[in-house]
């Protein structure tokens, strides 16, 4: 786990750094004063954090001399200094960044700091890893072109349709690779302005053009040592594409200005929804840059064309609600047996998106196939009957003695089990009374105000205007 050192004597400035490192899954360490006695005690008893970072309150303004005291201290971790307005103090060593922190661009200050390897959260390649789930044929095989292209510095073409998970194989084959402790940057080639694109990859010199008050280093350069993912590849106008192409071809490039080349040690991994072929033939992209891009092509399957990976999918990313602490939702079987009939247009990341809906419209609440959004229940009619008899056979499980009560092989969620059996019948037992409460609560045995409790745990609400006899 990386660790930040969080130089700030204010305690409510402290809690809001803490905050953003802590949703990183970093170890945050305290440290109220940057006087070097207690930087190198730090030290001792920790050792070297991955990144220091100076609160507002730590310097006084303009004040740089705690700044040359970490420095000292920590001479290979990157600094990063959190201030307002003009009281921030500049220094060789430190990337600022503006307070209260937002988690966008400390994300790029991390990215932005020299000298530590590991200042960009590395360790979440891991938990992206989670993005390709699944045992179906198709994700067996991407996980095994992954692992064997990660260990090479051979250029990746990663081809999907939008949603397929394209910049989390790309983590991925980062991770795994032995740039995995530089840093991973993606650039989205078909949502940067054409006229801007250039100084975007290789950055520009100040005065170059105007507006460039300043001068300013590129994807390419904050990327060396690492990766650099252009995504949406087929979007990069022709005139980009040239010069792209020269960068692969004789690995230097110069900054927007600048008549100086700099080395480009970056490993490329590219990204497209789009048939490239195809562009090709209508001359919106370059063949010879395709045959450069094109050198370990990993194709990611729809999420229609492997269906049986969607329960997996779904346990997934509720866990991943429940670890950002975004609450958390549960599908019953048959609503998850509903969805593999759905066609998935916007394939996993639709998926994620109806979780996340489904987690505030039912937090803690058990969702039914009645309860999903309308698009989601447009083809229920074509699968009605097989939907009827899987209700039927978990029914007789459920009342009947025999081989439906054995543990399975890799064991079982009791409590889920059990929340999720309750669901059911509760449900089965209103629907076949109308929604009447108290005939329900008959049907199964109970009192009218303990099935009105069970109801509220599990979300149940029946129609509104039924009245209660």
Request: with cysteine.
């Amino acid at each position: 786990m990386p660790t930040v050192l969080v130089i700030e004597p204010d305690d409510e400035c402290r809690a809001g750094i803490e905050a953003v490192f802590g949703f990183m899954d970093y170890r945050v360490l305290v440290c109220l004063n940057p006087v070097p006695g207690l930087l190198r005690r730090v030290e001792e008893g920790e050792g070297t954090p991955d990144v220091v970072l100076f609160g507002p309150g730590a310097l006084e303004a303009g004040d740089a001399e705690g700044l040359d005291h970490a420095a000292g201290v920590f001479p290979d971790t990157g600094v990063i200094v959190a201030g307002t307005g003009e009281s921030v103090p500049v220094h060789p060593r430190a990337v600022t960044v503006p307070f209260p922190l937002k988690l966008d661009q400390v994300k790029e200050a991390l990215v932005r700091c020299h000298g530590s390897p590991r200042v960009t959260p590395q360790h979440k390649g891991a938990d992206e890893h989670k993005g390709l789930v699944g045992e179906s044929r198709g994700m067996v095989r991407v996980r095994r072109m992954i692992e064997q292209v990660a260990g090479s510095e051979a250029t990746v073409l990663v081809l999907g349709e939008s949603g397929t998970g394209k910049e989390v194989a790309a983590r991925t084959i980062h991770t795994l690779s032995p740039r995995r402790h530089r840093p991973f940057v993606p650039v989205n080639c078909g949502a940067i302005p054409a006229e801007l694109l250039e100084s975007e990859l290789f950055g520009h010199e100040k005065g170059a053009f105007t507006g460039a008050i300043s001068a300013r280093r590129g994807r390419f350069e904050i990327a060396e040592g690492g990766t650099l993912f252009l995504d949406e590849i087929g979007d990069m106008p022709l005139a980009m594409q040239v010069k792209l192409l020269r960068v692969l071809q004789e690995r230097c490039y110069e900054r927007v200005g600048s008549n100086k080349s700099l080395r480009a040690d970056v490993r490329i991994i590219a990204a497209t929804h789009n048939d490239l072929e195809e562009a090709i033939a209508a001359g919106r992209f370059r063949e010879d840059l395709y045959y450069r891009l094109n050198v370990f092509p990993v194709n990611l399957p729809p999420l229609r064309e492997r269906t049986e990976d969607l329960p997996h999918l779904v346990t997934t990313l509720i866990k991943r609600i429940e670890a950002e602490g975004r609450g958390s939702v549960r599908l019953n079987e048959r609503t998850v047996r509903a969805l593999t009939g759905y066609g998935w247009p916007g394939n996993v990341r639709e998926l994620a998106n109806l979780i996340e809906r489904l987690a505030i419209l039912f937090p803690y609440g058990v969702v039914d196939v009645s309860e999903l959004p309308e698009r989601f229940r447009a083809h229920l009619g074509e699968i009605a009957p097989a939907l009827s008899e899987g209700e039927d056979m978990a029914a007789a499980m459920a009342m009947t003695e025999g081989p439906a009560h054995r543990l399975p092989a890799d064991g079982l969620d009791l409590k889920e089990y059990i929340n999720q059996l309750e669901y059911t019948l509760i449900k089965q037992a209103l629907d076949e009374v109308d929604g009447v409460v108290a005939r329900a609560a008959k049907r199964l045995g109970l009192g009218r105000t303990t099935l009105v409790e069970k109801m509220r745990k599990h979300g149940i609400k029946r129609p509104e205007d039924v009245t209660d006899f």
